[in-house]
């Protein structure tokens, strides 16, 4: 969500930090088995601090790396790729830490291994159905008479 103040226009931008609550990252709410709560906004309602913006304090540091509550200036977004505000910070605990994942020959030789024994089920599975799909068979080729050319 994005909150804005109404100013009055002006040559200068009056936006100088751009505040943001991460509430998607490790949060899985659906309509049915989790839906969000009033309670789930708790921390970021006591962090927003309307009116009073030199008040907030983030949650996230290098300290902090949980936090959910910080700030961006307005010259580290004007320097990102295509001034994108697809903004992340938290670790998603969904997502492999590729840091702890094995050499890439290692898992190279696991998907290939794999492969092989899905290749093997797949070959089982068709000797399985040819009988049944295949119209029966004559040891000799059966011989197509034409008639000659006039």
Not at 54 to 78: F, I, K, N
């Amino acid at each position: 969500m994005l909150f804005f103040d109404r100013r009055a226009g002006s040559a200068q931008a009056s936006t100088k930090r751009l505040w943001v609550y991460d509430l998607r990252t490790n949060k899985h709410f659906t309509l049915k088995t989790n839906p969000l709560q009033r309670s789930d906004l708790d921390e970021f309602v006591s962090l927003y601090k309307p009116g009073a913006l030199d008040q907030r304090q983030p949650t996230w540091s290098e300290q902090t790396p949980d936090g959910r509550w910080r700030c961006y200036e307005l010259e580290d977004l004007l320097a990102r790729d295509k001034i994108s505000l697809d903004l992340f910070w938290l670790k998603d605990d969904s997502l492999l830490d590729s840091d702890n994942l094995p050499e890439p020959d290692v898992i190279a030789s696991e998907i290939a291994e794999d492969l092989r024994s899905v290749l093997e089920q797949m070959e089982a599975m068709l000797g399985d159905l040819e009988p049944a799909c295949s119209p029966p068979r004559t040891s000799e080729p059966t011989a197509v008479k034409r008639k000659p050319p006039p």
